[in-house]
């Protein structure tokens, strides 16, 4: 079960009114400026650098390949995507965002520059949503965003639907790669693995502060295999 510090206070952040405004804005910038590509959240951290560093040093390990297919949860403006086939990985990659605005924004973003990165409108907590099976996926900062909303499904607060809904996308030997700044390392290892077919493979380290006595790092970035 869920500990209590899991459970966040809800907050604007967890809203979709929230993404649609903040995108909107978004792509207004871009669109009198194509260089402004928006806002990459953690970048204080290299949490984005951290991930695709991640990739490349697990090569050919699980599903990680230079083919992989991977799709990005709350893509946003879908930077981490376009920074992973810049560096080189070539297959399918998909961002999905609940918010219209994000997907329009991020689909601008790949016109502009002609790249193939593919986006689509998906409300991970959907029941009709039904993906297919991809090699990776991927999620930086929305189970922290998601969190914030205080929802619940089936009187399950999100947080407890989360690991089970990112299952969809998922067959034995798919990676799922998240960092959070919102929880420790053991807050979201024990999120996670309320869905029983994944287990915790890597942690990625961040430079770490001391504190009190108390060791502690802002972010954490954890990697899942499912296992059946
Ligand atoms: C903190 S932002 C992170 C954006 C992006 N991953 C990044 O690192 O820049 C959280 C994202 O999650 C999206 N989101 C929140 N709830 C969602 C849901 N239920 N399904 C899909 N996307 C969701 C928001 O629209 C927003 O784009």
């Not at 869920?2 to 978004?26: C, H, I, P, R, V």
């Not at 809904?165 to 960092?179: E, N, P, Q, R």
């Not at 999120?191 to 954490?220: A, E, H, M, R």
Request: proline letters at 2%; one cysteine or more.
């Amino acid at each position: 079960m869920t500990e209590d510090t899991t459970k966040l206070n809800t907050s604007k952040l967890g809203t979709k009114e929230y993404w649609d405004n903040f995108y909107a804005l978004e792509k207004d910038n871009f669109e009198s400026n194509p260089d402004d590509t928006g806002e990459c959240w953690f970048s204080d951290s290299n949490a984005e650098e951290k991930m695709v560093e991640f990739l490349f040093d697990n090569l050919n390990e699980y599903a990680i390949h230079d083919q992989s297919s991977m799709v990005d949860i709350g893509t946003g403006n879908g930077h981490l995507l376009f920074t992973l086939r810049e560096e080189g990985f070539k297959g399918q990659l998909l961002g999905i965002d609940y918010s219209e605005k994000s997907v329009e924004f991020a689909r601008s973003i790949a016109e502009e520059n002609d790249v193939d990165v593919e986006f689509e409108v998906v409300d991970i907590f959907s029941e009709s949503w039904d993906p297919k099976v991809v090699d990776v996926v991927l999620d930086k900062g929305t189970l922290d965003a998601i969190a914030l909303s205080g929802l619940q499904y089936n009187d399950k607060p999100v947080v407890e639907i989360y690991p089970h809904a990112i299952d969809k996308l998922m067959t034995k030997g798919s990676v799922f790669l998240i960092t959070s700044c919102n929880f420790t390392e053991k807050e979201l290892e024990s999120i996670i693995l309320q869905n029983k077919s994944l287990k915790l493979w890597k942690k990625v380290d961040y430079p770490s502060f001391q504190f009190g006595g108390v060791k502690g790092s802002t972010i954490c970035t954890l990697a899942f295999v499912k296992q059946s």
